[in-house]
């Protein structure tokens, strides 16, 4: 007797078993510290992209809550962009208040102490009054950082086990000839939402709720056939990394608004016409009624694209209730004005959709916390959730042998 469908994902990776997950790795304090140990001081994360920095001089600062530090993301005059600890190294005064700027130098607001772009220590007023002033062990404190595709990442550690390229892995080398560069940012949100950074990724790796939560944006878009659910059409879980591809249809009652987007271009919607010219690494698996896929890079990255556009989440975790989020789309510069009108309509729908997604979120939160339920029971459209809280809790293990 063959087994149903909906439980492929469950078949094909046993080893993450089919029973209900715990909720204190959700709600507690000290798993939280765990993870902060084991997990995000220990892994390469994207911080940004060149776009942020993209001229020599550029810089941007970004405050990382679960490390306790202020990074500051340099680009220097010899064209490498480089990360430090936003503090000086005098009385560790925060260096750099501004968010974003561009500086050859860097003078510190207590006592004046400069660096310059390499984190070199430039100029010490009084500096006689020192003793044994040693400039260069007086350094910014730099952290590992390197490109991929022009997203910056760093590394917490002096030392990473592995360079960026093999922490990557086959999902890197997947999307490692999208074409990226060719596409421009055109929407970017920032909030802090009152729940755990786990319950926040696990809303963006399935499409159970889809029909659900975006019933007034997206009712019909993101289903196949005769479905009426998203249903997931593909999940690849790598080691510590996983993929899923969305299905794709067509709106079956659309609105003014959106008939006319869909005849003038694809933008966020179905793009079956050119199913067989799909820029590269998309779409593996295959599938034939596909809308975009969902790439989600440990612990916090993650990059969805379709053909011509992508958008880009990153959650910082700040406690174990509260996560700070970063949103960025990307799409292709517009041949005309036809579909820059059908890109700035797709903007706007997706960020009505975001605002659906956090809807659910602090109440989930509270549900978590009122002790009314002690486990998640997840079905084999969530196998990524699942997925997630299994490498969690391996590294936790791993980090306490």
């Not at 078993?17 to 507690?28: A, F, G, K, M």
């Not at 560790?92 to 772009?117: E, I």
């Not at 659309?254 to 869909?262: D, G, Y």
């Amino acid at each position: 007797m063959n087994k149903p469908e909906q439980l492929r994902f469950a078949d094909a990776y046993p080893e993450l078993h089919r029973d209900p997950v715990p909720v204190e790795p959700y709600i507690s304090p000290a798993y939280f510290e765990k993870e902060r140990e084991a997990i995000f001081k220990k892994h390469w994360m994207n911080v940004c992209r060149i776009d942020d920095v993209p001229n020599p001089g550029d810089y941007v600062v970004k405050e990382i809550a679960v490390l306790r530090t202020s990074l500051l993301i340099v680009h220097g005059a010899d064209g490498k962009v480089r990360a430090f600890h936003n503090v000086c190294q005098h009385r560790g005064n925060q260096l750099v208040a501004d968010a974003k700027g561009c500086s050859k130098f860097f003078s510190c607001g207590f006592h004046g102490w400069v660096y310059d772009a390499e984190g070199k220590l430039v100029n010490v007023p009084d500096a006689n009054e020192f003793y044994k002033l040693d400039r260069d062990s007086l350094k910014l404190k730099q952290l590992p950082c390197e490109l991929w595709n022009g997203f910056v990442f760093f590394h917490p550690q002096a030392e990473p086990d592995q360079p960026l390229v093999e922490f990557l892995g086959e999902l890197g080398e997947l999307l490692k000839d999208y074409p990226f560069e060719q596409m421009r940012r055109v929407g970017a949100w920032r909030t802090k939402v009152a729940c755990n950074w786990k319950v926040f990724i696990d809303a963006f790796q399935e499409g159970y709720h889809v029909p659900i939560v975006h019933r007034r944006s997206l009712p019909d878009v993101y289903v196949a056939g005769d479905s009426s659910s998203c249903i997931l059409g593909g999940a690849r879980l790598y080691d510590k990394h996983r993929a899923l591809s969305t299905p794709a249809g067509l709106s079956r009652n659309p609105k003014p608004t959106e008939a006319l987007v869909l005849k003038l271009s694809s933008a966020l919607t179905r793009d079956m016409d050119n199913a067989d010219s799909l820029m590269p690494g998309l779409n593996p698996t295959g599938i034939d009624e596909w809308a975009f896929d969902i790439n989600v890079f440990y612990p916090n990255f993650f990059i969805d694209p379709s053909n011509g556009w992508y958008f880009s989440y990153n959650f910082w975790p700040i406690s174990v209730n509260e996560t700070y989020w970063e949103v960025n789309i990307h799409m292709m510069k517009p041949a005309n004005l036809a579909i820059d009108v059908a890109q700035e309509y797709s903007k706007v729908l997706f960020r009505d959709a975001l605002l659906e997604d956090s809807s659910t979120l602090e109440r989930t939160q509270l549900g978590l916390e009122s002790g009314a339920i002690t486990h998640l029971t997840f079905s084999d459209q969530e196998i990524a959730c699942r997925h997630l809280n299994h490498v969690v809790e391996r590294d936790i293990r791993n980090a306490e042998v």
